[in-house]
């Protein structure tokens, strides 16, 4: 198939088109930046212009709609931007799929959704949401998102599947995200800051496993429907510095402050559907994925240090 990725030269999307490619599609990045290998072909379009994702995407089968401001501290301090690239953005996508014919449009959601979810633990994805419990402005951003692709299939019958998210963590993980940062100031031998008291928890999914269910995502099966990818278990934000402590194997200082406005401090989510429909679930542990992103991480580091030195 012809599979084009908006995003597609960011962290997850890298990834994703990476195994795509590997599943012998052909893909198409569509992004403002280049994407990370050259066997692809690179369509540079913002999601603010209409008429761009729509030449884009006139030959395309498959739309993954996976780029968004994802950095909650990002959409804190810029909510209008967040909702333009965010909403706005994603009725261009679907607007883009409807004018052509896209035989699918698959959105990238998150597990921050069940921020504002009532119901019994572990929720699934019929858990009904209470709007006023959302929290934050990227939250509600992405519940949008959500409604805008369950709209465009109810009015103009165009065909979805929409991937909540876990926390992914692993390789090309942007520098602003919280495992980075904490691996950084580790080296840099910096007290770590934690908001709260360190027990929220994530359940974070390696990257790879969670590239691995958009391939998946590609069978009728998931066609207008809604998947939970959640990580194996909850990791609480102390358990994460302690990680990191040990992959790097050298003494961590860390501080407890105070809580971030809206900030998700993680609920029970069920992927049973997910197993259960396309046969997914994530296989690489929380520790293991640690040790293959900082020993990534490292060997960049290295790699960078010596071009500097050479420059």
Request: charged share 25%.
């Amino acid at each position: 198939m012809r599979i084009a990725v908006t995003g597609g030269s960011g962290f997850i999307g890298s990834h994703v088109v990476d195994r795509l490619i590997d599943a012998g599609h052909t893909l198409f990045v569509l992004d403002t930046r280049r994407p990370q290998r050259p066997d692809v072909t690179y369509r540079q379009v913002d999601l603010s212009d209409l008429g761009g994702l729509v030449q884009a995407t006139r030959d395309i089968d498959v739309m993954f709609h996976l780029a968004a401001v994802s950095n909650v501290n990002d959409a804190y301090d810029h909510p209008v931007g967040t909702v333009r690239i965010n909403v706005t953005g994603t009725v261009n996508v679907f607007e883009a799929s409807r004018r052509n014919g896209v035989g699918r449009t698959v959105l990238a959601s998150t597990v921050w959704v069940y921020a504002g979810a009532h119901g019994d633990a572990p929720l699934d994805e019929d858990a009904p949401f209470h709007l006023p419990s959302a929290g934050h402005i990227y939250t509600s951003s992405k519940i949008a998102g959500e409604l805008i692709a369950h709209n465009y299939n109810e009015l103009y019958d165009t065909p979805f599947t929409i991937l909540r998210y876990g926390i992914p963590f692993g390789p090309r993980m942007r520098e602003q995200l919280v495992i980075p940062r904490f691996v950084q100031m580790a080296l840099d031998g910096e007290t770590i800051t934690v908001h709260g008291d360190g027990s929220q928890f994530r359940n974070y999914v390696y990257v790879e496993d969670l590239a691995d269910a958009h391939v998946l995502a590609l069978s009728d099966d998931a066609e207008n429907e809604v998947f939970n990818l959640e990580g194996a278990e909850p990791i609480t934000i102390r358990r994460v510095t302690e990680s990191i402590r040990d992959c790097l194997d050298m003494p961590l200082a860390v501080e407890f402050g105070e809580e971030r406005p809206g900030d998700y401090a993680g609920k029970e989510v069920s992927a049973d559907k997910v197993k259960r429909v396309l046969g997914w679930e994530p296989t690489t542990s929380f520790e293991d994925g640690m040790r293959r992103y900082v020993d990534w991480y490292l060997a960049e580091t290295e790699v960078a240090g010596a071009q500097v030195s050479e420059a």
